[in-house]
């Protein structure tokens, strides 16, 4: 069974930062079509960077130069660096795995990226 288990997170003031991680079992990790997500109470989930099929990464314009996925195949862990956090950035977190669609879909830039696999969420909150 696929399992994609998420660790980091937590609270942090505002202008802290905070890395995510995201590993990968079962799972032939092959470093495309991965990518985070989140979803704050009464808001839509939003899309916040993912790497493609191709490789070519993508970052939301709220995040941009603020966070960035990065990812070690060989340990096929799959990680969020997110600087100079906002309250704004409060929500669940979401790492996304697998070129397809069976999980859903997150949106980044207009652009959907489908998913099978997702981990268990984690909760970002930034204090003003």
């Known amino acids: 069974e696929v399992q994609l288990v998420q660790s980091g997170g937590g609270s942090v003031q505002s202008g802290g930062s905070l890395r995510l991680s995201c590993e990968a079992s079962?799972?032939?990790?092959?470093?495309?079509?991965v990518g985070w997500f989140r979803q704050a109470p009464e808001k839509e989930r939003e899309g916040v960077a993912g790497?493609?099929?191709?490789?070519?990464?993508n970052y939301a314009e709220s995040v941009k130069g603020r966070f960035t996925i990065s990812q070690d195949v060989a340990k096929k862990t799959l990680y969020l660096q997110m600087n100079s956090l906002q309250p704004e950035d409060t929500a669940m977190y979401f790492c996304?795995?697998?070129?397809?669609?069976?999980?859903?879909?997150?949106?980044?830039?207009?652009?959907?990226?489908?998913?099978?696999?997702r981990g268990q969420g984690t909760q970002v909150t930034v204090s003003s």
């Open positions: 790497i493609d099929g191709n490789g070519v990464r």
């Open positions: 996304a795995a697998g070129c397809g669609s069976r999980g859903g879909f997150y949106h980044i830039k207009g652009r959907a990226y489908g998913y099978n696999y």
């Open positions: 079962d799972y032939a990790y092959s470093g495309y079509c």
